[in-house]
């Protein structure tokens, strides 16, 4: 049991694939846009056209996603020995910025818009039963995503496990997804004071809120999409797995250094400096490094590509 925590994400094998988690987020958002977009038609609640601009957002964010996600598992040639990983952080990185640069300020100027000159709303219930199904739709995708990330660990560990995760794409859609349940739950709250309260300007303010609510998912998002981009390290845990692994070779008798960075959706590139005993020979090393890599690979099957280098502690070397 141990062993299976220490490698979440990066070691076990989550319970269904990413892109179950995006595909069905983008379903999500296909139902999300026909309703809220009827429904704004129908009453005129400017919350319900915010709704209708978050759901075409998240619809973008998800399409360029798949598209990164797709193109990202292309083999790697000889231009690009380590494959395409990173390309997913581009395509998620346009998504982002046109949530962020683009809907979110829609949003907000309609809400803002109406907030000067309010207006009434007209069948205020077929407003609520569309919200509810939005809260309910993208629960259910939150939850796959939820579930990915976590890979068997309880719920209550789910921050730990979304700052270890390296499944970048699950990552956005389950930060989408709590988006779209809050975006919701506010348009409701929104519209319960405007039907209780009387006050007209109440739509506007919730539509100005759900805008907002855009611009700063999308800044959370960029802080993600950056550190992949720049180069991430992975968790203590799985360096642990490396390690570990490592040294269950008796000829091993020390790992003196361990770099280890995500270059893609759970992939992992791995620099291994070890120490062994003195008295092997050339072809016994070359053996235990073949088995070391395979070993690792095999515990840590998110590494695909790993160098391991001989080299000598500093102490020896001050001996000699």
């Given amino acids: 049991m141990e062993k299976k925590e220490s490698s979440l994400n990066q070691g076990q094998k989550p319970p269904f694939s990413d892109e179950k988690v995006v595909v069905t987020s983008f379903k999500v958002d296909i139902i999300d846009i026909f309703l809220n977009a009827f429904t704004a038609l129908f009453t005129g609640s400017v919350v319900m056209l915010a709704e209708t601009f978050q759901g075409i957002s998240d619809l973008i964010v998800d399409t360029l996603i798949y598209i990164g996600m797709k193109r990202s598992k292309r083999l790697p040639n000889e231009k690009h020995p380590f494959g395409y990983?990173?390309?997913?952080?581009?395509?998620?990185?346009?998504?982002?910025?046109?949530?962020?640069?683009?809907?979110?300020?829609?949003?907000?100027?309609?809400?803002?818009?109406?907030?000067?000159?309010?207006?009434?709303?007209?069948?205020?219930?077929?407003?609520?039963?569309?919200?509810?199904?939005?809260?309910?739709?993208?629960?259910?995708?939150?939850?796959?995503?939820?579930?990915?990330?976590?890979?068997?660990?309880?719920?209550?560990?789910?921050?730990?496990?979304?700052?270890?995760?390296?499944?970048?794409?699950?990552?956005?859609?389950?930060?989408?997804?709590?988006?779209?349940?809050?975006?919701?739950?506010?348009?409701?709250?929104?519209?319960?004071?405007?039907?209780?309260?009387?006050?007209?300007?109440?739509?506007?303010?919730?539509?100005?809120?759900?805008?907002?609510?855009?611009?700063?998912?999308?800044?959370?998002?960029?802080?993600?999409?950056?550190?992949?981009?720049?180069?991430?390290?992975?968790?203590?845990?799985?360096?642990?797995?490396?390690?570990?692994?490592?040294?269950?070779?008796?000829?091993?008798?020390?790992?003196l250094d361990l770099k280890a960075i995500v270059i893609g959706s759970n992939r992992l590139l791995v620099n291994l400096e070890i120490h062994v005993r003195n008295d092997l020979m050339t072809e016994e090393i070359e053996k235990l490094i073949d088995k070391i890599k395979a070993n690792i690979k095999e515990k840590v099957p998110s590494v695909h590509h790993i160098q391991v280098e001989l080299e000598t502690p500093a102490e020896e070397l001050q001996q000699k």
């Fill in 85 to 255: 990983g990173r390309e997913l952080y581009i395509w998620s990185l346009f998504s982002t910025l046109v949530m962020f640069l683009l809907l979110a300020g829609i949003s907000f100027y309609f809400g803002l818009q109406r907030l000067i000159y309010p207006e009434p709303i007209s069948h205020i219930f077929l407003a609520y039963i569309v919200l509810s199904i939005s809260v309910l739709t993208n629960s259910y995708s939150f939850s796959l995503g939820a579930r990915r990330i976590l890979s068997g660990k309880p719920f209550w560990k789910i921050r730990k496990a979304f700052s270890d995760s390296t499944f970048l794409e699950t990552k956005l859609t389950f930060t989408l997804d709590i988006m779209g349940v809050l975006a919701a739950l506010f348009g409701l709250i929104s519209l319960i004071l405007f039907q209780y309260t009387g006050y007209l300007w109440f739509d506007g303010l919730g539509a100005i809120i759900i805008g907002m609510l855009m611009a700063a998912f999308s800044v959370l998002l960029l802080r993600n999409i950056r550190d992949f981009i720049i180069g991430v390290s992975v968790s203590k845990e799985t360096k642990e797995e490396i390690k570990k692994t490592a040294l269950e070779f008796e000829e091993v008798e020390e790992v």
